[in-house]
Nanobody, 127 residues
Framework: QVQLVESGGGLVQAGGSLRLSCAASGRTFSVFGMGWFRQAPGKEREFVSG????????NYADSVKGRFTISRDNAKNTLYLQMNSLKPEDTAVYYC????????????????????WGQGTQVTVSS
């Protein structure tokens, strides 16, 4: 099993920035691809960003491209999401996810390839 714990959420004004972190523990050697998803009230969970094991193949949803940056530190078993130029529509619970598919060694995983999920951290952007 792999445990994922997110942190860094909070309340920020539109145009501001936040940095989310996701600490992984347990059988982290079995995890290759990692990513971020979000779910706003009344909406389905949606993909935000994903990254492969070496960190050189990030992938972003069109809605966050150019504003969000995903990165990872494998030595610390930690995933990050730097969020800049935040908008009220970015308000959601943000979830960290990890997948055991070996495809994650070379590429970002597809949304249905994630096996483990964190509990989520709330991000609220005020206008």
């Amino acid at each position: 099993q792999v445990q994922l714990v997110e942190s860094g959420g909070g309340l920020v004004q539109a145009g501001g920035s936040l940095r989310l972190s996701c600490a992984a523990s347990g059988r982290t050697f079995s995890v290759f691809g990692m990513g971020w998803f979000r779910q706003a009230p009344g909406k389905e969970r949606e993909f935000v960003s994903g990254i492969n094991w070496s960190g050189d193949k990030p992938n972003y949803a069109d809605s966050v491209k150019g504003r969000f940056t995903i990165s990872r530190d494998n030595a610390k078993n930690t995933l990050y999401l730097q969020m800049n130029s935040l908008k009220p529509e970015d308000t959601a619970v943000y979830y960290c996810a990890a997948g055991t598919s070996r495809r994650g060694l070379s590429d970002s995983l597809r949304p249905n390839e994630y096996d483990y999920w964190g509990q989520g951290t709330q991000v609220t952007v005020s206008s």
